[in-house]
């Protein structure tokens, strides 16, 4: 019988799932949090500063209190917008409005380590 070597559709799972324990705390050698996980509620974003992983972007966001962020284009204007978290998403709303599609916890916490959007990626700056 003659084996066929794997195609990209059959690695793509084992592949995703690999990805999703490494940035989650349901990973191999973490306990899962007993409450909420990472990045549902406003106070997990406060004080945190994130860099922007877009191409032909580059800028920092870093998210203060009642609920606003601010940001800085490469002219050096300071932007505001405002932001809500729930379980679902993250909210973000300036110029326009983006909806989160992945929050990556890292198991140490509240704050996610990564956040997908449409548009880009999102990491915590350390």
Do not use: N, W
């Amino acid at each position: 019988m003659k084996r066929r070597p794997l195609g990209p559709r059959a690695l793509a799972f084992p592949l995703l799932a690999v990805l999703l324990a490494a940035v989650t705390p349901l990973g191999p050698a973490q306990t899962a949090r007993a409450a909420d996980p990472c990045g549902t509620k406003p106070d997990d974003y406060l004080g945190a500063t994130y860099r922007v992983i877009a191409p032909a972007l580059i800028l920092r966001i870093t998210f203060l209190a009642g609920g606003t962020f601010e940001y800085e284009l490469e002219d050096g204007v300071v932007h505001q917008g405002t932001y809500t978290a729930t379980p679902q998403d993250l909210t973000l709303v300036s110029e326009v409005t983006d909806h989160s599609i992945f929050r990556g916890c890292d198991g140490t916490s509240s704050k996610p380590a990564i956040i997908a959007f449409p548009g880009g990626l999102i990491a915590r700056s350390t």
